[in-house]
Nanobody
Framework: VQLQASGGGLVQTGGSLRLSCAASGGTFSINSMSWYRQAPGKQRELVAAINSGGSTSYVDSVKGRFTISRDNAKNTVYLQMNSLKPEDTAVYYC?????????????????????WGQGTQVTVSS
């Protein structure tokens, strides 16, 4: 299973960006999808998450500004980022967990899925 993230870029303070992340490849079922970010010299942090039922959670620093959503039919998660600040500058990564099914000796075997996207750079200028 591969995750392809897109939508990053350079934006001025107060601007908006929308990140997308699509999962593809194989037979899989996704439970939760999430966005992380990592700024230079800092640890990777969880920004937002959404489960299969649509429940969402956010880190305090983005509440009221970011919105996570998903399209289950497209196996895609989105992150709408508004009122961006310079401290939002980071590489953003998407993550999906769930299960993947593979044929082994003509039998379907279920494995846990924990996949990461390649990261997309978000830069907010002051």
């Amino acid at each position: 299973v591969q995750l392809q993230a897109s939508g990053g870029g350079l934006v001025q303070t107060g601007g908006s960006l929308r990140l997308s992340c699509a999962a593809s490849g194989g037979t899989f079922s996704i439970n939760s999808m999430s966005w992380y970010r990592q700024a230079p010299g800092k640890q990777r942090e969880l920004v937002a998450a959404i489960n299969s039922g649509g429940s969402t959670s956010y880190v305090d620093s983005v509440k009221g500004r970011f919105t996570i959503s998903r399209d289950n039919a497209k196996n895609t998660v989105y992150l709408q980022m508004n009122s961006l600040k310079p401290e939002d500058t980071a590489v953003y990564y998407c993550r999906a967990d769930g299960s993947v099914s593979e044929l082994v000796a003509e039998e379907a075997v279920i494995y846990p899925l924990d996949a990461w996207g390649q990261g997309t750079q978000v830069t907010v200028s002051s």
